[in-house]
């Protein structure tokens, strides 16, 4: 089954900026929609941005206008770039497809993003 290994976490202050990417073992081709999504402590797992294999992105209200989701289907990589980083965003963040896709059930480690002054 597909493997999902994030990178990219670390500790920023507010206002800051971080790209994470996400590398997808064997071939993305088949996977239509990728996402990311966070979790901070003590609470629920969220859906932060998704994109389409054609490149079309959604993304949650919180987060649109200063995250940007992108991927490279030859490199099996996705990425989202977050600028103007508020201590909201803290959590773990996650990549995977969507519920009902073919890699759903299988989660990596997820990477940490910390935003603090």
């Known amino acids: 089954q597909v493997q999902l290994v994030e990178s990219g976490g670390g500790l920023v202050q507010p206002g800051g900026s971080l790209r994470l990417s996400c590398a997808v073992s064997?071939?993305?081709?088949?996977?239509?929609?990728m996402a990311w999504y966070r979790q901070a402590p003590g609470k629920q797992r969220e859906l932060v941005a998704s994109?389409?294999?054609?490149?079309?992105?959604n993304y949650a209200d919180s987060v649109k206008g200063r995250f940007t989701i992108s991927r490279d289907n030859a490199k099996n990589t996705v990425y989202l770039q977050m600028n103007s980083l508020k201590p909201v965003a803290t959590a773990v963040y996650y990549c995977?497809?969507?519920?009902?896709?073919?890699?759903?059930?299988?989660w990596g480690q997820g990477t940490q993003v910390t935003v603090s002054s």
């Open positions: 994109i389409r294999s054609g490149g079309s992105t």
């Open positions: 064997g071939s993305m081709f088949s996977i239509s929609v």
């Open positions: 995977n497809g969507v519920p009902g896709g073919p890699i759903f059930g299988s």
